[in-house]
């Protein structure tokens, strides 16, 4: 990783008067922390990395407490307004254009919504010229507060996907979770392109939407539910967790800035309820002994909501 990914990144910082920073990056880009860091100690910034887990701009770390003036988190864009001590760059990816040859034949509609994450939301307007010259016109809208840019979607929050006005979506991304998400969420037809193999699939949910079942079903008759309530601030919902606690007897709810499999096992409850980071549910739900279920999932396991209504968790 070099200063190309995000060229104004100098400049902002000696706006700032900034000669420490404390340096957060999420997974896919931690390895490549110490060349950034490199790269900036060369031009006299002094670096801390943030080695603890980042789940998005919902999981902000505090530069006071590593001795930095400035927390430079990459990789996501603000939620709503961002503190004075944060600078968030998303670390733009470009790719070919060429590549959404690949997803043509696959597209159904000639009018379409256009979603990606924060890495590729620089490309938007390139990407809509290349579908319509194309034959394919193509509509991007920002996703409200948690997902400002046009066309950005995260795995907590859908909102640019329902207020795209179209039938059938093209997501531009890697991995299935979001395009996955944005199908549950929306039922929409998801085309998804892989802007760095090429691979396209139309997206099919009904192996998770088995899994999910298949999860419900083995909490059935749990003897406690552990309501899990995050204390990073990005992921708290007081108010879901008060319903929540509303629909049985049987439920305590757990404070938590991390979730792990050991921490879920030394707790002992039967099954569990997420409220913190929404893809927690679904992504780890392998390395969990105990069925972790996400809010709507409760909901139909209380018998509030029916099955033919599930929906996948947001945060709004």
Known sequence: MSLKGAPDLLDRLKARGVHRVLVQAPEGLKRELPAFARALKERGIAVTLSGDPCYGACDLARPDVAGG??????????????????????????????????????????????????????LIDAVVTYLSAHGVRATAVPGGDR??????????????????????????GTGVFHPLGVRLATGLEVVALDPFTGVCTRVDASRLLRQRFAIIERARGAASFGILVSEKTGQRREALVK??????????????????????????????????????????????????LSPPEFEILCGVRKWEDYAIDEIT
């Open 69 to 122: 003036e400035l927390l430079l988190h990459l990789g996501h864009a603000p939620l709503g307004g961002p503190p004075e001590w944060a600078i968030f760059d998303p670390w733009h990816l470009d790719f070919p254009l060429e590549v959404l040859d690949n997803a043509l034949p696959l597209l159904h509609d000639p009018a379409i919504g256009l979603l990606t994450t924060v890495q590729h939301t620089h």
């Open 147 to 172: 997902a400002p840019l046009r066309g950005q979607i995260l795995g907590c929050s859908y909102a640019a996907a329902r207020g795209c006005g179209a039938r059938e979506v093209l997501f531009i």
């Open 243 to 292: 319903y929540l606690m509303s629909l049985t007897d049987l439920a305590v709810p757990v404070r938590v800035n991390e979730v792990t499999p050991d921490l879920l096992l030394n707790l002992g409850f039967s099954a569990y309820v997420n409220t913190a980071c929404p893809r927690l549910a679904y992504d780890d739900q392998v390395r969990f002994f105990a069925p972790v």
